[in-house]
């Protein structure tokens, strides 16, 4: 069954409406409509199997002419995905970058396999992967990026590409540290409290995600011990004379009540990827309020050097000698320098300053206009979180009511059946 | 309803015959008018008084005309009884129940009593209404006497007498509240049996004031009996021959197994149901610590949470139903047609035995057919429990998506 997810919502409060023509998703139909096993050497030249997965994308106009021109196409695995998206990730520390479907099947109920090959969670992911290019594409900034367009067209040579942009370079190894705290003096507020929010968030979905699962597997249980009835009212009806027609036809019944479970958890299954997406877009979420953190620790730092290297350089011009520094203490012990060397370390101070001075205003640039920018995405980020799970709430509401309406008609049937007995 | 006054009588039963038709006394045991009714009876001397068979005038409290002619008519009466359209036309004039258990707390013991109410118009009764008290040593001792007195017909059973003290309280609600409905049926079976109803050791139970008296004069009645009586009370049930009644063994066998399956099923089902319920009280209050982490979700996610707590508490009612409703007729059913399970005894008196597969093969189409009734009855009270647990899901359900769907106001 392919489902696609629609275009997702752009909230024009903050970017104009020309960036939201712009978007590619408009332009582009994206699809990922097919999964295919392959067996390849790896890196360490063994042999692996891994899955495939085939990218489809269609210019918007060509469909609303009337044509049919194919697609152009081409096949992607996993990996790649995640190559880039940690591209982009580095690139785009103040986008809150939409995330993947997971890696590895977590929060399976008993009967779901935790299998990564296996059909069911190969077909979910396919359709995660194509939700995650919509939303990257639907995203004003990071769909007019180069390397995801080349992602999308371009099979050979992608990989090289992309690690020639040398951004595993810039990556700032200290966002992966989750738990590091860096003593931040001065962060703003709005981070803080988002990042609280992010972690909050993370843990609420994963515990619903568990408990969902146990919820799950114990409605698995209710309905398919019910298929008992269909056998042993099948057995007894041979044994009655006036009541046997009523029982086996109840006793059909509730096999039909018994099999309808799992089509039922199936769908649920997507409920389930809904707030996933929501879980891992928490992580994404928190790895901004991090970079903020990062920016402004190394702000402050930098700041501090600057306030230090003067202060240095105010000694030395007084000769008072405010802080203790072990140079004091043996040019006391060995002598004093000569006023040469003291006016060569003046200098080099003095230039240092000039250059910190430079750094910490483009710093304090960049970190105002990341903030900016940041909060631009993040209010996007809310009003899109907003709808899609308002949007997921609904769905699973309505496939609960049917639930209740598949339940009622069920029993509605066997009761039927009893009365004639 | 008008009842009783004004000249309207009940004809009286002749003796020795069977079930009348009922006339104008509204059904003592009627569900919700049962009341008004009951407390309009009053035992008046117009009760005894013939009543012409010709009157034309005759109706139903209810106002429907009744048919006199033929008793068939009184159907409509029946379908205020809880047995209905059972008894292929025959009608009753006989009714009991049995209620208000009772604890007495005395020197030498503590045990239960339970009231027993008695409403008829039979002429073996002097009275038209009783109400006794009676334990369970009294039921024992009536279905004792019913087996020696009736060995050719099949005696209902009773609840299990012994229970093992420390594992189950003898005086706890439930139990006890079991106990009453199984004797309670115990009693209107023999009261529907249209010859151990006329027995008179059940009379006597349903009517002395002292039982223990009368008992002690049976047992010395009893003790005088020789060998024939015991003989008799051989247990003689389910005989080997003629072929049908071994034919009625294998069934009965088989039939045991299968309600004993049914009942393995449904105890699991409620096992099942029970700790999906465990897992829905944890599930719940999770929507709602997060909708404390929202704003414009706040709303739904509360609602959603409510909504699952309504569909806790549907499953909550739906398993203690089954429980409650469904595994103790099941299971009673089951003691039930074990009792009618004996051993073929060998016969030693031939001439009796004619006699005897007479009666027992008009019980046993008897209790086929209320067997029927009662299972149709049972399986549908089941789905109806399923159907109720459903439709309150579903209300709880699609009372919330117009709070989902809600639009916040703008900006």
């Known amino acids: ?421 | 309803m008008s009842a009783g006054g004004g000249g309207l009588g009940t004809p009286r039963a002749l003796p020795s015959s069977g079930p009348r038709a009922l006339r104008d006394m509204p059904h003592p045991l009627a569900a919700s008018s049962s009341e008004e009714a009951a407390s309009d009876l009053t035992p008046s001397p117009d009760l005894l008084l013939p009543r012409s068979f010709a009157d034309k005038d005759l109706s139903l409290p209810n106002g429907t005309p009744v048919d006199t002619s033929s008793p068939a008519s009184s159907s409509s009466l029946l379908n205020r009884l809880q047995l209905d359209d059972d008894l292929d036309g025959e009608t009753r004039d006989l009714f009991v129940s049995v209620d208000d258990p009772k604890k007495h707390i005395c020197t030498m013991e503590t045990y239960i009593t339970y009231r027993v109410t008695t409403k008829t118009t039979r002429a073996e009764f002097d009275l038209p209404e009783y109400s006794v008290r009676r334990r369970y040593q009294d039921f024992d001792w009536l279905r004792n006497k019913l087996e020696e007195s009736q060995p050719t017909h099949l005696i209902p059973p009773l609840p299990e007498k012994f229970v093992m003290k420390g594992v189950v309280d003898r005086f706890s609600e439930e139990f006890v509240e079991t106990r009453r409905k199984a004797l309670d049926k115990f009693l209107k079976r023999i009261a529907d049996h249209p010859v151990l109803s006329f027995n008179e050791h059940f009379n006597v139970f349903l009517t002395a004031k002292d039982l223990n008296a009368y008992k002690k004069q049976g047992m010395a009645l009893l003790s005088k009996m020789g060998e024939s009586v015991k003989y008799v009370t051989g247990g003689y049930k389910l005989r080997s021959r003629p072929l049908e009644f071994a034919a009625i063994g294998d069934y009965l066998d088989t039939f045991v197994l299968k309600l004993g399956t049914i009942d393995r099923i449904a105890q699991r089902i409620i096992k099942e149901e029970l700790e999906y319920l465990v897992e829905l009280r944890e599930y719940g209050p999770v929507y709602s610590t997060w909708g404390g982490l929202e704003m414009e979700l706040a709303e739904p996610l509360e609602g959603v949470s409510a909504c699952i707590g309504n569909c806790c508490t549907a499953l909550e009612e739906l398993s203690d139903d089954m429980t409650e409703d469904f595994l103790p007729v099941l299971r009673e059913y089951i003691l039930y047609s074990e009792s009618m399970k004996v051993p073929a005894d060998v016969e030693k008196c031939q001439d009796r035995v004619e006699c005897f597969n007479a009666d027992l093969k008009a019980d046993m189409e008897r209790w086929q057919n209320n067997k029927r009734q009662d299972f149709r009855q049972l399986l549908m009270g089941m789905a109806d429990k399923n159907i109720q647990y459903y439709e309150k899901c579903l209300t709880a359900w699609e009372s919330i998506i117009p709070l989902l769907q809600d639009k916040p106001e703008t900006k």
């Open chain 1, 1 to 421: 069954m392919h489902i696609s997810f629609s275009n997702n919502f752009c909230d024009p409060c903050n970017f104009s409406s020309k960036m939201m023509e712009d978007c590619l998703s408009k332009k582009i139909e994206i699809t990922v409509s097919e999964a295919e096993k392959r067996t390849g050497r790896n890196a360490m030249n063994m042999q692996e199997t891994y899955t495939a997965y085939l990218i489809e994308t269609r210019a918007v106009e060509s469909q609303t002419e009337g044509q049919c021109s194919p697609p152009d196409s081409l096949w992607r695995r996993y990996s790649e995905f995640e190559l880039l998206r940690n591209y982009l990730l580095v690139n785009y520390p103040h986008i809150v970058v939409p995330p993947l479907p997971e890696k590895r099947a977590e929060f399976v109920w008993h009967k779901l396999s935790a299998d990564n090959m296996d059909p069911d969670f190969v077909e979910r992911r396919r359709i995660g992967l194509e939700n995650f290019l919509i939303r990257v594409a639907s995203h004003p900034i990071i769909c007019q990026d180069k390397i995801f367009y080349s992602f999308l067209t371009q099979e050979g040579g992608w990989k090289e590409m992309v690690n020639e942009t040398g951004f595993q370079l810039k990556a700032d190894s200290r966002l992966k540290a989750l738990n590091a705290t860096f003593r931040v003096k001065n962060p703003d507020k709005r981070f803080t409290e988002l990042k609280h929010y992010s972690d909050e968030l993370q843990s609420v979905i994963s515990h619903l995600l568990r408990v969902r699962a146990r919820v799950a597997d114990r409605l698995y249980g209710v309905y398919k011990v019910h298929g008992n009835y269909g056998r042993v009212f099948s057995e007894w009806s041979a044994i009655e004379k006036e009541m046997g027609d009523g029982l086996q036809s109840a006793g059909h019944h509730m096999d039909v009540y018994a099999g309808s479970i799992d089509d039922i958890l199936e769908e649920e299954e997507h409920y389930a990827d809904q707030l996933k997406e929501y879980l891992f877009y928490a992580e994404a979420l928190r790895a901004v309020c991090r970079k903020h953190e990062l920016m402004q620790y190394d702000l402050e730092i930098a700041a501090q050097d600057l306030a230090s290297k003067k202060q240095q350089c105010e000694e030395l011009a007084t000769g008072t000698l405010r802080t203790f520094s072990l140079k004091g203490m043996t040019s006391k012990l060995f002598g004093q320098e000569t006023p040469e060397q003291r006016e060569g370390k003046i200098k080099v101070l003095e230039e240092q300053i000039h250059e910190g001075e430079e750094q910490l205003k483009s710093k304090n640039v960049e970190s105002r206009e990341f903030v900016k920018s940041a909060w631009t995405d993040i209010e996007r980020f809310k009003e899109q979180k907003n709808h899609d799970l308002k949007e997921a709430l609904i769905s699973y509401a309505v496939m609960q009511i049917s639930m209740c309406k598949k339940g009622i008609q069920v029993w509605t049937n066997a009761k039927e059946c009893f009365s004639k007995m």
